[in-house]
C-alpha cells in the first residue's frame, strides 16, 4: 500500500542552529500536509502544499514540495525552544485518506 | 481549542471491561477519523467516515467498533482490549476526506487509554 517514510526519527539540536525533515512517498501525492505535535499535545497542522515544486514560508519554516510531488521537506531556520515537538507529514492518498509519516521528534538544547 | 472534543481524556480499564469513547465537532466537517498513536507506531489510522459512511478499515482487530450516528459525532466501542492496545486515540476531522483541493485535519486532544 501506499507508504510515506519520513527521517530523521529523531533530531537534537542546539538552540540557534537549523533542521530540516524530509519526506518522502513511493506514490505520486495528492498534496502534502503538516503537522506539529507539542509533547502531551495532539498533531496541529501547519501547511499544505499541492503544486509541484511550490514552496511555502512561515516566519522560520520553509515549506517544500518535490517536483514530481513525491517528496516534501521542513526547514527551520535558528531554532528556538519552542520549536520542541514532533513534526509529521502527511500525503494525500488515492482513496482520499491522509497517510502520516512516521514524524520527526525534535529536541532543543537552550 | 481544534472544535473536536473527546471525552474522556484518560481511560484505565481492565481486559474484560466495555468502555466508548467519544468524538463530537462542530465545524461542520463531512469526514470523521480515528487514529490510534503509540510509540511504536505513531498516527495509525483505523476508521474513516464519510457522510456517516464508513469509507476505511485498516485491518482493525473486531474488538474495536465505531459508530458515527451523525456527522458530528463519532464513538469507538471497546471490547475485550489488550494491555498492546494501550495508546493514545485521537479523533479528527476534516471538511471531506482529503483531496488535492481539500483542507486540513483537526484533531481532538486525544484520549489516553491504558489497558491492564
Known amino acids: 500500500g501506499q507508504q510515506v517514510m519520513q527521517i530523521p526519527q529523531y533530531q537534537h539540536v542546539q538552540e540557534g542552529e537549523d533542521f530540516t525533515t524530509y519526506c518522502n512517498s513511493s506514490t505520486t501525492l495528492s498534496n502534502i500536509q503538516w503537522y506539529k505535535q507539542r509533547p502531551g499535545g495532539h498533531p496541529v497542522f501547519l501547511i499544505q502544499l499541492v503544486k509541484s515544486g511550490e514552496v511555502k514560508k512561515q516566519k522560520r519554516l520553509t515549506f517544500q514540495f518535490g517536483e514530481a510531488k513525491k517528496n516534501s521537506s521542513l526547514h527551520i531556520t535558528a531554532t528556538q525552544t519552542t520549536d520542541v515537538g514532533t513534526y509529521f507529514c502527511a500525503g494525500g492518498g488515492s482513496q482520499g485518506n491522509l497517510i502520516f509519516g512516521k514524524g520527526t521528534k525534535l529536541s532543543v538544547k537552550p | 481549542e481544534t472544535g473536536v472534543t473527546q471525552t474522556p481524556r484518560h481511560l484505565v480499564m481492565g481486559m474484560t471491561n466495555k468502555k466508548s469513547l467519544k468524538c463530537e465537532q462542530h465545524?461542520?466537517?463531512?469526514?470523521m477519523y480515528w487514529y490510534k498513536q503509540s510509540a511504536k507506531k505513531p498516527l495509525e489510522l483505523m476508521f474513516v467516515y464519510n457522510f456517516k459512511e464508513q469509507t476505511e478499515n485498516n485491518s482493525v482487530p473486531s474488538r474495536f467498533s465505531p459508530e458515527c450516528p451523525n456527522s458530528s459525532h463519532l464513538f469507538l466501542h471497546l471490547h475485550t482490549l489488550q494491555p498492546e492496545d494501550s495508546a493514545l486515540y485521537l479523533c479528527?476531522?476534516?471538511?471531506?476526506?482529503?483531496?488535492?483541493?481539500?483542507?486540513?485535519?483537526?484533531f481532538g486532544q486525544g484520549t489516553r487509554l491504558t489497558v491492564v
Open positions: 479528527a476531522s476534516s471538511q471531506d476526506l482529503a483531496t488535492s483541493w481539500d483542507t486540513e485535519a483537526f
Open positions: 465545524l461542520g466537517h463531512n469526514a
